[in-house]
């Protein structure tokens, strides 16, 4: 699979796949298509002493980086890859290699307030030991990976997070978001970065509706 460095219009890099006509970030800017995406509509509406973040694509690694950069309380950050970059591509990209340096698919404790899990591997296989206050989806768009916004991918999703936790990602398709209300979450549409109209952010609910409340057994 052919990935090629591709320079931005915010000036950073992102990574391009011709064959699937897909890049890791956006081309109207890599950085502000982050910075609004998993930061301004996920990161900065936690208020857990500890959050605990879920990401679908480590990709160039630098959803991370700005949440390290941005988080004002400890971060526990779990991030799933199944073709990490080649030190080549790493060594071109303007926001540095960090993060690509440490090892996989065990916690590596880079300061005191931001620990990282890069766990090597598909989401599809992935079962975490922990629960999420936050995902950040990041995977490549529907039509270049269908099989991962479907109901059921976002079902497992769902049970990765605490009651109450949300899921951000750029994508705003209309069957996107239909499978996210399939699969019990609440969507809101917010406005999108720079060159896309919206975005979407899911919220597991912090308890269960009341009509399923009133059938539940009495547990006193």
């Known amino acids: 699979m052919k990935r090629e460095l ?5 000036g950073s890099h992102t990574i ?14 890599a950085i502000q298509e982050s910075l609004h995406v998993f930061i301004q509509a996920g990161l900065q509406v936690m208020q857990a002493p500890l959050v605990r973040i879920f990401e ?8 991370a980086l700005l949440t390290m950069k941005y988080a004002t309380t400890p971060v526990y950050y779990y991030s799933v890859e199944r073709f990490p970059l080649t030190d080549e591509e790493v ?5 540095g290699n960090t ?6 698919n065990e916690d590596v404790k880079i300061s005191e307030q931001f620990t990282l899990h890069k766990a090597h ?28 916004w479907t109901k059921e991918v976002f079902e497992k999703l769902y049970s990765f997070l605490e009651p109450g936790g949300i899921l951000v990602t750029y994508c ?24 896309k109209r919206e ?17 539940c057994p009495n547990r006193s």
Do not use: C
Request: no cysteine; hydrophobic share 40%.
């Open 6 to 10: 591709l320079l931005t219009a915010d």
């Open 16 to 29: 391009a796949i011709p064959d699937l006509k897909v890049t890791y970030h956006s081309t109207h800017g």
């Open 56 to 63: 679908m694509g480590f990709g160039t690694g630098l959803n």
């Open 91 to 95: 060594a071109g990209l303007s926001y």
């Open 99 to 104: 993060l690509h340096q440490y090892p996989w």
């Open 121 to 148: 591997g598909s989401l599809l296989a992935i079962t975490p030991l922990q629960t999420f206050h936050l995902i950040y989806y990041d995977a490549f768009a529907p039509a270049a990976q269908p099989e991962l």
């Open 172 to 195: 705003s398709k209309g069957d996107v978001r239909r499978a996210m209300l399939a699969a019990g979450f609440i969507v809101e549409k917010l406005a999108g970065p720079s060159g």
């Open 199 to 215: 975005m979407l952010r899911a919220r597991r609910p912090s308890q269960l509706p009341d009509d399923l409340n009133d059938k």
